[in-house]
């Protein structure tokens, strides 16, 4: 899986990660979070973009983000449940980096494009329970912005 950062071009897991490392190590007194969201649009195919969001609280942030592509996928459920796996994919492979660099009290976060509001509302307890079974914590609509803004914004292009 590769990633591509808006200011540094294409970069491997491992590249980004280091990446995220420099980032966290330039103010190691604030407070970070990192943030992981995917989206998906169809329309002749559907094009999946995850997002990898390190936000430094109260400070702003960085983000990188990978585009894959698939058949169309017509089921607004099958398409939410495959986006909140990968985001799971992507966190877990994270998570043991984390864990390798001493860096494992990082909060890690999912952002899901679900909400009270639309048709998404009858999956949220579903999905929901996804990630938290999963160990992570779990973000809808509105605030789950590394979803339904930071990956939403390179589904289109």
Do not use: C, W
């Amino acid at each position: 899986m590769t990633f591509e950062s808006p200011t540094k071009g294409r970069m491997t897991l491992d590249q980004m990660f280091g990446d995220l490392l420099v980032y966290m190590s330039e103010d190691s007194t604030a407070q970070y979070k990192l943030i992981v969201g995917t989206d998906s649009h169809t329309r002749h195919e559907t094009i999946f973009v995850t997002a990898v969001v390190i936000h430094r609280k109260g400070k702003g942030g960085r983000y990188f983000f990978s585009k894959s592509r698939r058949r169309p996928i017509k089921s607004l459920r099958q398409k939410i449940l495959y986006e909140t796996s990968v985001s799971l994919m992507v966190a877990a492979r994270l998570t043991d980096l984390l864990q390798a660099s001493g860096k494992e009290d990082l909060d890690v976060e999912i952002h899901i494009d679900v909400g009270r509001q639309g048709e998404t509302k009858e999956l949220i307890r579903e999905i929901v329970g996804m990630v938290t079974g999963s160990g992570y914590q779990a973000t809808i609509k509105p605030d789950s912005f590394g979803a339904s803004k930071v990956a939403d914004k390179h589904t289109k292009n």
